[in-house]
């Protein structure tokens, strides 16, 4: 396997900002030539990237037989695209090295938790505005490297409206929630062109409710984009793999029921793709 970091500074970037691959290297001995890549974005409110939603997920794709991704993105005191065009950065990096690094171009996919869902779900949504291809110097043409093949959304922040996690667009916004909140209210931004998406969320969320999957859910059935959404019964707001590999030391992320979410990303993946 190789690991290999890369620096991201763009208009905004915090020194941190950086993304890191975990590469299957390619042998003549498996059939396998290609494969997916999983591109994880952290939750942690945009306020911080949290280790728990990080490596562990990159490493369970890796178990998977796909390669892995972890992107750690510019936070508060950053703002807004400042995130979404080190994304967008990190979605051509790995377009444009696909043939060295044997992944497939066409199952790139993004994974984000919470205000990392929303992170994943704005590439979903935005991927081919013009401001995104004009940070990153790309031409029309090129304008689809952003786009991810798929979305994997882990209790995700969407809607800026009565169900928002109110602190996460404070800090993603700044001093433009006001002015911006409307437009990140991602329920609202979804077309025919938003890529399919695996959701799951927890009905005893307290910090994201629920309603923010079921809003997202319900916009991309009204535009004909397939999804696969699952609703816990139980279960407390950042789970990670809800198993014990990522419990946090007050032992509350720790829902045993909710560890079949992974697997059941597994068989999306596999039966999206045909693998």
Request: glycine share 8%; hydrophobic share 40%; aromatic share 10%.
């Amino acid at each position: 396997m190789r690991k290999e970091t890369f620096p991201i500074q763009v208009a905004g970037s915090q020194p941190y900002a950086e993304l890191t691959v975990y590469l299957y290297e390619h042998s003549g001995e498996i059939a396998i030539d290609t494969r997916p890549l999983v591109l994880v974005c952290p939750g942690g409110g945009y306020a911080y990237t949290s280790d728990r939603e990080a490596d562990p997920l990159a490493m369970q794709f890796l178990a998977m037989g796909y390669h892995g991704a972890v992107l750690r993105y510019s936070c508060a005191p950053a703002v807004y695209p400042t995130a979404l065009t080190e994304l967008a950065w990190s979605m051509a990096l790995i377009r444009r090295n696909a043939r060295d690094w044997y992944v497939n171009p066409e199952q790139v996919l993004v994974l984000g938790c919470s205000a990392g869902g929303h992170l994943a779900a704005s590439m979903g949504v935005f991927w081919k505005e013009a401001f995104l291809a004009g940070a990153l110097g790309l031409r029309e043409e090129e304008q689809r490297l952003l786009r991810p093949d798929g979305m994997i959304l882990c209790y995700p922040v969407i809607t800026s409206g009565e169900f928002a996690h109110r602190g996460s667009f404070q800090c993603l916004l700044g001093e433009r929630e006001t002015e911006l909140s409307p437009r990140m209210s991602l329920e609202n931004q979804v077309d025919e062109d938003t890529p399919p998406a695996f959701i799951w969320h927890t009905y005893e969320d307290g910090a994201v409710p629920v309603e923010n999957s079921l809003l997202f859910v319900g916009a991309l059935r009204k535009a004909k984009v397939p999804v696969e959404f699952h609703m816990y019964p139980r279960g407390s707001h950042g789970l990670s793999l809800a198993s014990r590999l990522t419990q946090n030391p007050s032992g509350n992320a720790l829902q045993q029921e909710c560890t079949s979410w992974i697997g059941l990303a597994h068989t999306w993946i596999e039966h999206w793709y045909n693998l």
